[in-house]
């Protein structure tokens, strides 16, 4: 089992999909004289060319729509946005074209297509750089959107999106790149739609995905040291489809759940856990839901706002006291 | 064929029954029309009938247990017949479950919902209240007897009461409570506002759960004595200090507390009073007792003054009357309830059609009811449905107060003690016999001023009993 980054995990999975099929290429700004913005498409260029290997004008939905062009003729594009805030140029492309070109044209075309970038905020990016994706995708049917907060996950995420025949939404964190993990050396698959127990516990599910695994990851740390509090933490990991049965086993088992998410409260992820959650596990609950997400304003660029506005460890461990009835 | 006991609607605004006790037991044999079990409802004490004959197979609560209505309670059968399926599925927690009558195999297949809606056909038909002869339970359900917010009262939940009576629980201590047959109303809350939580419940198990439920009160304990007896009682004779003591609530003082919730809230109340000179109806009372002391009849104060309402809501009809949402109803008799007061509460029986009887008769009959809702044994019809009420608790030295109306009737009448007083007549200061009354008013039916003429005639009767014969 090798400790690799998360750029270097998807750096992986890329390769070792292209290596797989010769019909998976890759498109978008700088990836491949510049190795990727956040060189995530290290060394690709050199190893397959840039037949594969293709860097395009800064014109995002020129580009996305080349690629669902592609898809629709039989390749397997990966399309790389710089960040998902550039996205939104492309967000025609990717949610009317296609999310919409299964169902429209009656079956006949499906769009093998993955696209990906970072999203959330990094540091001191601002309002138009810091935002979250997250719900812009997992909102619209047609759409699977992946989240992944561990190096493990990216790898083994980026290749079930890639091999999947339908359009993939890939959200990456920039602040993620360089987290380190344990990756293992084989051939590693993560389904689509399926959570994962990062933590076991008793006490209270912390529900998180994508950056907030780590955030949830330190919380439980404290509860534990300081509270005496066992925390069960479940990663997402992929919000659409939404593996909500992990999170409702859990609930059922603690009876307390923190709803955890980067983006801004109001529809969010978070709230659609809630949602679940007070209908599934109705008669399990022994505290209302509690939900922490960052505040409901535009990203600040000073940094000690930056760091108020996003949600910390300490807030996902006042919550969880909160639902345990100990603060 | 097994035969299904289950818990009776025994009363209108019955929701759930004590078992009093069993008058039966396992093996014995017993036929139609037999007594089967003594039922505390929330009004009265009454008699569970059996619907069929057979063996006494099982009986599945014990006295004192207290269950929703239409659960399952007993079941009746051949002596060698297997009744498991009927048992085992029996939780008499399982709620509104209601019991049907004779099952086969292919009932049994059905569904769940089909089964639910089947039993509550055959509940009624299974176990009937005592004393309910058959035309009248088919001709009158006694639900239809009551107002509409009775009717739904009836079929409320558990859940729903205890959201009225606003006991904050999580689910899961709700559920933990129900799984451990603990009381979830007798178990403290820590959590925000009082809210009950899984630690609490945790605790209340650990500790061997809330105490057990009291007895319910004696029956034929002195009844009247305590008033009294409290209220002169010798401070030396009373211990340094009180225990602290939580009364449970009956089923009676359960629905008093509701309906009357139901009554000052939505009931927009407002009071007349007056003061009347009691002398002549005293007198008239006294000569009338004179004349009729042979047949053993006595007419009370309060039998004058229930023959005056009646008369007097004769001569006003818009005071006899209900507010019906979108109408006002005027009622074709006066029924008069009287407020009695019992060991735990109090009960309004009704002297029916007051304004056809004589005062012979009112007294002859409001005597025994009052001696029979003392002693618990009135029929559901002989307490519902009246159209005025009043109350008096002049006996307890009260001069005078305000009552609260018992829906659907539009006015209470509130009637206090009578003294003897200084009063200015003609411009001397004479001696006479007064008596305060205070009649509270649903302002939806009755305006100020039209129940201001029903007092008007109703002291005029009084003051001047040839007023009643006019």
Same mark, same amino acid.
């Given at each position: 089992?090798?400790?690799?980054?998360?750029?270097?995990?998807?750096?992986?999975?890329?390769?070792?999909?292209?290596?797989?099929?010769?019909?998976?290429?890759?498109?978008?700004?700088?990836?491949?004289?510049?190795?990727?913005?956040?060189?995530?498409?290290?060394?690709?260029?050199?190893?397959?060319?840039?037949?594969?290997?293709?860097?395009?004008?800064?014109?995002?939905?020129?580009?996305?729509?080349?690629?669902?062009?592609?898809?629709?003729?039989?390749?397997?594009?990966?399309?790389?946005?710089?960040?998902?805030?550039?996205?939104?140029?492309?967000?025609?492309?990717?949610?009317?074209?296609?999310? @919409?070109?299964?169902?429209?044209?009656?079956?006949?075309?499906?769009?093998?297509?993955?696209?990906?970038?970072?999203?959330?905020?990094?540091?001191?990016?601002?309002?138009?750089?810091?935002?979250?994706?997250?719900?812009?995708?997992?909102?619209?049917?047609?759409?699977?959107?992946?989240?992944?907060?561990?190096?493990?996950?990216?790898?083994?995420?980026? @290749?079930?999106?890639?091999?999947?025949?339908?359009?993939?939404?890939?959200?990456?964190?920039?602040?993620?790149?360089?987290?380190?993990?344990?990756?293992?050396?084989?051939?590693?698959?993560?389904?689509?739609?399926?959570?994962?127990?990062?933590?076991?516990?008793?006490?209270?599910?912390?529900?998180?995905?994508?950056?907030?695994?780590?955030?949830?990851?330190?919380?439980?740390?404290?509860?534990?040291?300081?509270?005496?509090?066992?925390?069960?933490?479940?990663?997402?990991?992929?919000?659409?489809?939404?593996?909500?049965?992990?999170?409702?086993?859990?609930?059922?088992?603690?009876?307390?759940?923190?709803?955890?998410?980067?983006?801004?409260?109001?529809?969010?992820?978070?709230?659609?856990?809630?949602?679940?959650?007070?209908?599934?596990?109705?008669?399990?609950?022994?505290?209302?839901?509690?939900?922490?997400?960052?505040?409901?304003?535009?990203?600040?660029?000073?940094?000690?706002?930056?760091?108020?506005?996003?949600?910390?460890?300490?807030?996902?461990?006042?919550?969880?006291?909160?639902?345990?009835?100990?603060? | 064929?097994?035969?299904?006991?289950?818990?009776?609607?025994?009363?209108?605004?019955?929701?759930?029954?004590?078992?009093?006790?069993?008058?039966?037991?396992?093996?014995?044999?017993?036929?139609?029309?037999?007594?089967?079990?003594?039922?505390?409802?929330?009004?009265?004490?009454?008699?569970?009938?059996?619907?069929?004959?057979?063996?006494?197979?099982?009986?599945?609560?014990?006295?004192?247990?207290?269950?929703?209505?239409?659960?399952?309670?007993?079941?009746?059968?051949?002596?060698?017949?297997?009744?498991?399926?009927?048992?085992?599925?029996?939780?008499?927690?399982?709620?509104?479950?209601?019991?049907?009558?004779?099952?086969?195999?292919?009932?049994?297949?059905?569904?769940?919902?089909?089964?639910?809606?089947?039993?509550?056909?055959?509940?009624?038909?299974?176990?009937?209240?005592?004393?309910?002869?058959?035309?009248?339970?088919?001709?009158?359900?006694?639900?239809?007897?009551?107002?509409?917010?009775?009717?739904?009262?009836?079929?409320?939940?558990?859940?729903?009461?205890?959201?009225?009576?606003?006991?904050?629980?999580?689910?899961?201590?709700?559920?933990?409570?129900?799984?451990?047959?603990?009381?979830?109303?007798?178990?403290?809350?820590?959590?925000?506002?009082?809210?009950?939580?899984?630690?609490?419940?945790?605790?209340?198990?650990?500790?061997?759960?809330?105490?057990?439920?009291?007895?319910?009160?004696?029956?034929?304990?002195?009844?009247?004595?305590?008033?009294?007896?409290?209220?002169?009682?010798?401070?030396?004779?009373?211990?340094?200090?009180?225990?602290?003591?939580?009364?449970?609530?009956?089923?009676?003082?359960?629905?008093?507390?509701?309906?009357?919730?139901?009554?000052?809230?939505?009931?927009?109340?407002?009071?007349?009073?007056?003061e009347?000179d009691m002398?002549?109806?005293?007198?008239?009372?006294?000569?009338?007792?004179?004349?009729?002391?042979?047949?053993?009849?006595?007419?009370?104060?309060?039998?004058?003054?229930?023959?005056?309402?009646?008369?007097?809501?004769?001569?006003?009809?818009?005071?006899?009357?209900?507010?019906?949402?979108?109408?006002?109803?005027?009622?074709?008799?006066?029924?008069?309830?009287?407020?009695?007061?019992?060991?735990?509460?109090?009960?309004?029986?009704?002297?029916?059609?007051?304004?056809?009887?004589?005062?012979?008769?009112?007294?002859?009959?409001?005597?025994?009811?009052?001696?029979?809702?003392?002693?618990?044994?009135?029929?559901?019809?002989?307490?519902?449905?009246?159209?005025?009420?009043?109350?008096?608790?002049?006996?307890?030295?009260?001069d005078?107060?305000?009552?609260?109306?018992?829906?659907?009737?539009?006015?209470?009448?509130?009637?206090?003690q009578t003294v003897e007083k200084p009063v200015v007549?003609?411009?001397?200061v004479v001696v006479r016999r007064r008596m305060r009354?205070?009649?509270?008013?649903?302002?939806?039916?009755?305006?100020?001023?039209?129940?201001?003429?029903?007092?008007?005639?109703?002291?005029?009767?009084?003051?001047?009993?040839?007023?009643?014969?006019?």
């Open positions: 089992m090798a400790v690799i980054t998360y750029r270097e995990a998807l750096n992986r999975a890329l390769r070792e999909e292209m290596n797989r099929d010769e019909n998976v290429f890759l498109l978008g700004e700088e990836v491949g004289e510049y190795d990727g913005a956040y060189k995530v498409s290290k060394g690709l260029l050199d190893e397959f060319g840039e037949w594969r290997i293709r860097d395009t004008p800064i014109a995002e939905n020129g580009f996305a729509g080349l690629g669902i062009g592609a898809a629709m003729a039989g390749l397997r594009p990966i399309v790389e946005f710089m960040t998902w805030n550039f996205a939104l140029l492309a967000y025609d492309a990717i949610v009317n074209s296609a999310a @919409k070109m299964l169902y429209m044209s009656g079956g006949q075309y499906n769009v093998p297509i993955v696209f990906r970038g970072p999203g959330g905020a990094a540091l001191q990016l601002s309002a138009q750089h810091s935002q979250v994706p997250d719900p812009w995708y997992a909102n619209i049917p047609g759409l699977k959107v992946c989240t992944p907060g561990t190096p493990a996950d990216a790898l083994g995420l980026l @290749k079930s999106a890639i091999r999947d025949d339908d359009p993939v939404v890939f959200i990456e964190g920039e602040l993620l790149y360089n987290v380190k993990g344990e990756v293992p050396d084989e051939e590693h698959i993560v389904p689509i739609g399926v959570a994962d127990i990062k933590r076991e516990g008793s006490d209270v599910t912390l529900v998180c995905h994508s950056k907030m695994v780590k955030v949830v990851t330190d919380a439980a740390g404290i509860l534990a040291d300081e509270h005496e509090v066992e925390a069960e933490i479940v990663d997402l990991r992929t919000i659409r489809p939404l593996d909500i049965d992990t999170v409702i086993e859990s609930v059922k088992k603690t009876s307390r759940a923190v709803v955890v998410q980067e983006g801004s409260p109001h529809s969010g992820i978070g709230a659609q856990v809630v949602d679940d959650i007070q209908r599934e596990a109705f008669d399990h609950l022994d505290a209302p839901v509690a939900r922490v997400s960052s505040l409901d304003v535009p990203m600040h660029y000073a940094r000690p706002v930056e760091k108020h506005i996003l949600p910390s460890a300490d807030a996902v461990v006042s919550a969880a006291l909160h639902v345990c009835y100990l603060d | 064929m097994a035969t299904k006991v289950v818990m009776a609607q025994l009363s209108p605004t019955m929701e759930e029954g004590k078992l009093v006790e069993w008058k039966v037991k396992e093996g014995d044999e017993v036929s139609q029309g037999d007594i089967l079990a003594e039922v505390e409802t929330d009004k009265a004490n009454m008699d569970i009938e059996a619907m069929g004959g057979g063996t006494v197979r099982a009986l599945l609560i014990s006295e004192g247990d207290v269950v929703e209505v239409g659960a399952l309670i007993g079941v009746l059968g051949d002596p060698d017949e297997d009744i498991s399926d009927l048992v085992d599925g029996a939780k008499p927690s399982a709620g509104a479950q209601a019991g049907g009558d004779e099952r086969d195999e292919a009932a049994s297949a059905e569904g769940p919902e089909d089964e639910a809606d089947d039993d509550a056909e055959q509940a009624e038909a299974a176990t009937k209240p005592a004393g309910a002869d058959e035309s009248r339970a088919e001709a009158e359900p006694a639900a239809e007897a009551e107002p509409a917010p009775d009717a739904a009262d009836a079929g409320a939940t558990i859940e729903e009461k205890r959201s009225n009576g606003r006991v904050k629980v999580s689910p899961l201590a709700r559920r933990m409570a129900e799984d451990a047959g603990l009381d979830i109303a007798r178990i403290e809350g820590s959590g925000p506002g009082g809210r009950i939580v899984k630690s609490d419940v945790q605790a209340a198990i650990e500790s061997g759960g809330p105490e057990a439920e009291e007895e319910a009160p004696e029956r034929g304990a002195p009844e009247r004595a305590a008033v009294p007896s409290a209220a002169v009682r010798s401070a030396a004779l009373r211990p340094a200090r009180l225990e602290d003591e939580r009364i449970e609530a009956s089923q009676m003082r359960k629905t008093i507390a509701k309906r009357l919730v139901q009554s000052i809230g939505p009931v927009p109340h407002f009071f007349l009073t007056t009347i002398g002549r109806a005293l007198d008239l009372r006294k000569a009338l007792n004179e004349r009729l002391s042979a047949s053993g009849v006595k007419v009370g104060v309060n039998d004058l003054l229930l023959k005056v309402a009646a008369e007097a809501l004769a001569r006003h009809p818009e005071i006899n009357a209900s507010w019906a949402e979108d109408a006002i109803q005027r009622h074709g008799s006066a029924d008069i309830g009287i407020a009695v007061a019992v060991p735990d509460g109090l009960i309004t029986p009704v002297v029916r059609e007051a304004d056809r009887k004589g005062l012979a008769q009112i007294a002859g009959e409001a005597s025994d009811l009052i001696e029979r809702a003392r002693n618990r044994k009135l029929k559901p019809e002989e307490y519902t449905g009246a159209t005025f009420s009043i109350s008096n608790l002049g006996m307890f030295g009260i005078e107060f305000t009552a609260i109306i018992n829906p659907p009737e539009a006015a209470i009448l509130a009637v206090g007549e003609g411009g001397e009354v205070t009649m509270s008013c649903d302002h939806r039916v009755i305006d100020g001023a039209t129940g201001a003429v029903f007092l008007q005639t109703y002291r005029a009767m009084l003051e001047n009993p040839l007023e009643l014969v006019s």
